[in-house]
């Protein structure tokens, strides 16, 4: 499912620490006494000569960034440490393994995504060979959204403490026994297995959805986050293309039991032997960090002292700030209309169009892959242009208007209408996924952009649960337009909170700024 994000610029002011931030850290007396002291915590991406004399560097600083020294009481006049002038002369160059580590990651985020929705491509097969109702396939996609958000904390406090590797190592390792265990779920009476191998997928997602911000700060310049992180995004939307356009090719819609499990067996074991070969690369390919920061910002994160992080204040930061809570909202009700237009799209196309399984698997991929066009191209006018909040504006409107064209030329009778109205819909809606973390990240710096993702993320599938059920519930009782309807009248929402949203753009300035010193 989607992911993403933008990539993280620049540390927090802390004891001792010279680095940019929130100027509220002590001044030790040992750290006056080291060699390098003598710097003071400044504004996000400031950088203070230590040479300097302290007290003119601290005025003159102050005075010509028109900020206010922020100093706790009884402390000394001076906020510093010798971190910031090592960083000044700190190496940044770029990876030639950033590529292999991205690919890798965007192939074992296809093979999660995939999984997903596999079962909801061909609910109705499903729901046949299992002898189970809709409501219950549905919860198979469903139940991704529901152990994402209870998981979210723990594992984005892991991905901050122990690093990229072991949540690489961790989400992969899970994907492949999730895969393994559907295996046992070969006969009709055996669907609680499958709801576990499910189950344990879901539990591989969790360490998926916050990596590709991360993964791009961490092995990406700065001007190239925003395409290394849409395209860590198009693992996720290749794999759920690839759930909707594989398996009804896979299983085809037949009435013997046991040929429909042998088709059944040939996904799964596929599924497994992939997820198989990409846990092992994972553990042989996947390195923690490159040998040296690849842009400015990174160089002042990577020698912030961890110990001084604190993961539930960065939490409370991120909710005490408006510009996030209204992003985070309207990035809830677009994505949480794209996971319940995805669970329930084969049953609103057999609905209008019977028989057509193989094509309803076919207007998702069209979905997706229109999308992923629409992605890669936000991400690479997002690293040229710097225009966010009336990039993020434009392409929700235009979600908004997909839905409802979608909404009303679905009934007409037309497959090739519905191909063109869903291509449109995916390219601006799927599109839309890696511009709200690119946004996200630049209003909530200098915080670890997992965090702010993984709050993106939760918001998503809270709405996610919401909208495919109440949009399940109307469609079987008032039909289709009426789902799709309560979908545009939230998308209607999202845009105008979206406009209300203020661009202030904290890694950009943190990034100028750094270069201009």
């Not at 990406?220 to 996720?236: K, L, M, Q, R, Y």
């Not at 032997?273 to 842009?295: D, H, M, Q, T, W």
């Not at 204040?313 to 996030?324: D, Y």
Request: charged fraction near 10%.
């Amino acid at each position: 499912r989607p992911s993403g994000g933008a990539g993280r610029g620049g540390g927090r002011g802390r004891p001792g620490w010279a680095g940019p931030g929130r100027g509220r850290g002590t001044f030790p007396a040992a750290a006056a006494r080291e060699p390098g002291g003598g710097g003071r915590a400044g504004r996000p991406g400031q950088v203070v000569p230590a040479w300097t004399e302290p007290r003119r560097a601290e005025q003159s600083a102050a005075h010509g960034a028109g900020m206010v020294l922020q100093e706790p009481a009884g402390a000394p006049s001076l906020s510093a440490a010798a971190g910031g002038a090592a960083d000044a002369t700190a190496t940044i160059q770029l990876s030639r393994l950033r590529w292999a580590v991205l690919l890798l990651f965007s192939s074992y985020s296809l093979c999660n995504a995939f999984q997903w929705i596999q079962y909801g491509s061909i609910n109705n097969i499903f729901v046949r060979f299992y002898d189970v109702s809709a409501f219950a396939i549905d919860w198979l996609s469903m139940s991704y959204m529901l152990i994402y958000i209870p998981l979210l904390f723990p594992v984005a406090w892991l991905l901050d403490k122990r690093g990229l590797r072991l949540i690489a190592l961790a989400g992969s390792a899970l994907n492949a026994m999730g895969a393994w265990v559907k295996l046992g779920s070969l006969k009709p009476h055996l669907f609680p297995v499958t709801v576990l191998g499910q189950v344990i997928c879901a539990l591989a997602q969790v360490f998926i959805l916050g990596m590709p911000s991360h993964i791009a700060s961490v092995w990406f310049g700065s001007h190239e986050v925003s395409t290394a992180c849409s395209i860590a995004v198009f693992g996720n939307q290749l794999g759920i293309a690839a759930g909707f356009l594989v398996p009804p090719v896979l299983i085809p819609n037949v009435d013997d039991v046991e040929k429909l499990a042998y088709h059944i067996s040939i996904m799964f074991f596929i599924t497994a032997g992939v997820a198989s070969a990409l846990f092992i690369l994972v553990i042989i390919v996947f390195k923690e960090r490159p040998p040296n920061p690849p842009s400015r910002a990174q160089a002042w994160i990577q020698s912030r002292p961890t110990a001084e992080y604190s993961y539930v204040q960065s939490i409370l930061r991120l909710l005490r700030n408006a510009n996030f809570l209204l992003l985070m909202v309207a990035y809830g009700l677009n994505v949480g209309c794209f996971y319940a237009l995805s669970t329930l799209l084969n049953r609103m196309v057999i609905h209008h169009y019977p028989g057509e399984e193989v094509n309803a698997g076919r207007i998702g991929l069209t979905i997706i892959l229109s999308g992923m066009v629409g992605a890669l191209i936000s991400g690479i006018w997002l690293d040229k242009t710097k225009t966010y909040k009336q990039t993020t504006l434009v392409v929700y409107i235009m979600s908004l208007v997909g839905m409802i064209v979608y909404t009303f030329t679905l009934s007409l009778g037309h497959l090739w209408v519905v191909f063109v109205t869903a291509g449109s819909l995916g390219f601006f809606m799927t599109g839309y996924l890696p511009l709200g973390f690119e946004f996200a990240a630049e209003l909530t710096y200098p915080e670890s952009e997992g965090t702010s993702s993984g709050l993106l993320n939760v918001s998503a599938q809270i709405f996610g649960i919401a909208f495919t059920i109440g949009q399940g519930q109307i469609m079987d009782r008032f039909g289709t337009k009426a789902g799709n309807l309560l979908l545009c009248s939230f998308l209607f929402l999202g845009t105008v909170m979206t406009a209300f949203i203020k661009a202030d753009l904290r890694r950009q300035q943190a990034n100028l700024e750094n270069e201009q010193t």
